[in-house]
């Protein structure tokens, strides 16, 4: 797939173009619910997110490949620079689909038949959408940091790894929106990004509920990746 030749390139030569594109898909992704329902989107805009993370594994491997321990110790702050990458990229991906699909709570404003100066009324609505989407990258983090740890650390980097990253990855992914589950400020999994179309999908979830459908969609673009 030619986004993730690119995407391995543009990591070692244009980070921030690899960053621009991973905030993009998760854009995508928050378009794939209502009112736009572009549902087929789904299954490619995690993609980025995935080879992102991947990809901050291999610089690593060569990275470490390529230094001495003289050059190590010149260089202290070079492992911590490089792990920065992948939570970065989560944060970035999280707000572009949170901030999109969670667009309609700004429709509180105007709260000014309550009584509510207008200003104050842009600030309440703003303020709700900022704390849920930056809790949502709270778990994004956590997403991207689990899975590249794992990998570095058990998952070396070969074709025979690669289905076993893609299922500890989505393991993790549910076990994370799982606990999220439990908080107050939880936002439908991904299962609402096929609802009401891709109705062949959704009968998953009489399995074990949306989780399944969640966990579909994210091996699908682990896959791809």
């Keep these: 797939m030619w986004v993730v030749s690119w995407m391995n390139k543009a ?15 998760g854009v995508a992704m928050g378009l794939t619910t209502a009112p736009t329902n572009w549902w087929i989107l789904a299954w490619v805009a995690q993609v980025p997110l995935w080879v992102l993370v991947y990809g901050d594994q291999q610089s690593r491997q060569r990275e470490q490949g390529r230094q001495t321990d ?8 070079s492992k911590i620079q490089n792990s920065v990458h992948p939570i970065l990229a989560a944060v970035l991906w999280s707000i572009g689909y949170y901030g999109t699909t969670l667009s309609w709570i700004t429709g509180l404003h105007p709260l000014t038949w309550m009584g509510i100066p207008w200003v104050a009324s842009v600030a309440i609505a703003s ?33 025979t790894f ?52 969640t966990a579909v969609i994210v091996a699908v673009n682990g896959l791809i990746a």
């Design 162 to 213: 690669g289905f076993a990253r893609v299922l500890v990855g989505t393991a993790l992914w549910c076990g994370l929106d799982t606990l999220w589950n439990h908080g107050i400020l939880y936002w439908p999994t991904f299962a609402l990004t096929q609802s009401p179309h891709n109705l062949w999908l959704l009968q998953l979830n009489q399995l074990s509920g949306p989780m399944t459908t």
């Design 70 to 77: 003289q050059s190590k110790i010149q260089n202290p702050k």
């Design 127 to 159: 303020t709700c959408w900022l704390l849920i989407v930056l809790w949502g990258c709270v778990w994004g983090g956590f997403w991207a940091m689990g899975l590249s740890m794992v990998s570095q650390r058990w998952l070396p980097m070969s074709q």
């Design 11 to 25: 990591i070692a030569n244009q980070p921030w173009a690899a960053l621009l594109l991973v905030f993009g898909s």
